[in-house]
Structure formats: C-alpha cells, structure tokens
C-alpha cells in the first residue's frame, strides 16, 4: 500500500508540473463573480469590476515539479516488495 501511495502522489505531481508546462497562468473566477446586479429592466448596473485570483507560476516551478514526481514514482518502484509469510 505504501508503494501505491508513493506511486499516486508522484503521479499527481508530475501532471502538475506538466500542466504548468503549457499554461503561462491561471485565472480563477466563480460563478457569483461573473453574474451582473442589475436593477428594473437593467437600468441600474453594477459598475464595480470582479476581483478575479490570478496564479502565476515562475518558469521554473514546471520542471521541479516534473523531477521531484518522476523521482517520487522512480522511488516506489523501488521500495522492496513485502515478503508473503
């Protein structure tokens, strides 16, 4: 079980570092963001912009991602199986 632990979050990991090989950043939103307030039959607007969370990783965060995964699934691999009693 602790070889498939390892294994998954290694796996994990590594998507991640992938992913932030091809995104250059992550905007987040919600859906309560993204509606408009508007009054009787939309004379009154809310002027006020959303604040939208903004995730922008440095260039090297992808391939320490991608390393510190792989080696963390190269490592369950070699954990020593258990013996059957």
């Known amino acids: 079980m602790l070889r498939s632990m390892f294994f998954a979050i290694g796996m994990f990991v590594t998507m991640w570092g ?6 250059d950043k992550i905007v987040l939103t919600t859906d309560a963001e ?3 307030k508007t009054g009787f039959r939309g004379f009154f607007q809310s002027t006020e912009k959303a604040k939208k ?3 922008d990783p440095p260039e090297w965060a992808a ?3 991608l390393s510190v995964g ?11 199986k258990k013996k059957a009693e």
């Not at 792989?70 to 020593?80: E, Q």
């Open 53 to 55: 969370r903004v995730i």
């Open 34 to 36: 993204v509606q408009e």
């Open 18 to 23: 992938g992913a932030l090989l091809v995104v």
């Open 70 to 80: 792989s080696v963390t699934m190269l490592y369950s691999i070699a954990l020593p």
């Open 63 to 65: 391939f320490s991602l």
